[in-house]
């Protein structure tokens, strides 16, 4: 069985990058802890990777503590970033994931000096300011242009199934931070469990969206 993915139009455009946020697995039993539903979910992610790159690439993570720490990855840079929350990277071929179930993964790329950023920011996160840290971060790092970046927000909860719209929020610091490209996908993880796994809906026991994306030239 294949996961079921969706992208984003506004990135679908940019030849030079890849990426792609899976759905639900229909039918898998994901009613369990975060550990063990990623480790069911693994194999099906890993085939969704597979699929839109036609090779399996090096994939990093990022531990996800809720934080603002955005870690560099290079070409030799594997596995989970300790203590970070998000990633960027101008190496080619190499994956960057970002797992969420109702917090938003935030996709940053910039197609003049071809680096991308991938965060995961939901209430927490949002409040600390990680996006707004890993624009300023492109920006020393790889003399990014705010105005140049295009940033998408995935599938997220917001309100009624949230007591705060945090994707206004990183709309609003996105524009403070100079972002001139800032798309929504203006969906709902709260408001269909069908497609989407949703932390708060589903009480904790749940799977994962994997988003994923990755410079290609």
Known sequence: MNVPVETFPALSGIDFVRHAFTLRVPGL?????????LQRLDQFHAKARHS?????????TAQQVHGREVAIVDENVRGCAPGADGLITRAARVCLGIYVADCCAVYLVDPKQRAV???????KGTEL??????IQKMRETFDTDPRDLIVQLSPCIRPPHYEIDFASIIIAQCRESGVQHVFDSCENTGTDTQRYYSYRVERGQTGRMLAFLALIF
Request: glycine share 12%; hydrophobic share 40%; net charge negative.
């Open 129 to 134: 300011g990680i996006v707004p840290h890993a």
């Open 29 to 37: 039993d994901v009613k369990t802890d975060r550990e063990t539903a």
């Open 117 to 123: 950023g991938l965060l995961h920011s939901g209430k």
């Open 52 to 60: 839109l790159f036609g090779v399996d690439l090096p994939f990093a």
